[in-house]
């Protein structure tokens, strides 16, 4: 079963910066596709970015230019850097991935565990 582990998440000042980071169990030729979701208190889980395995990456209108995804393919880990952050950022935010175990496995869409970003002063 792959898994998602988050990192990254906490409280910071507005206009400060946070970087979060999935680590996934398995290697990155058996993910497809990963990014970030975030759900605001009250609110419906909404896409913040996301990546192909060919590279390509889109954004969220609301965080382009302030976040930028990455990735690092020797750790399996992917990461969001925040910056310039707003209060209406707050939110837990999940990773997510279309990961298989292994060959011959099917893809399936896998969660992180949700790490909490609160930006306020």
């Known amino acids: 079963q792959v898994q998602l582990v988050e990192s990254g998440g906490g409280l910071v000042q507005p206009g400060g910066s946070l970087r979060l980071s999935c680590a996934a169990s398995?290697?990155?030729?058996?993910?497809?596709?990963m990014g970030w979701y975030r759900q605001p208190p009250g609110k419906q889980r909404e896409l913040v970015a996301n990546?192909?395995?060919?590279?390509?990456?889109n954004y969220a209108d609301s965080v382009k230019g302030r976040f930028t995804f990455s990735r690092d393919n020797a750790k399996n880990t992917w990461y969001l850097q925040m910056s310039s952050l707003k209060p209406e950022d707050t939110a837990v935010y999940y990773c997510n991935a279309e990961a298989r175990e292994g060959f011959g496995y099917m893809y399936l869409e896998v969660w992180g565990q949700g790490t909490l970003v609160t930006v306020s002063s």
């Open positions: 398995v290697g990155m030729f058996n993910i497809r596709a």
């Open positions: 990546a192909r395995s060919s590279g390509s990456t």
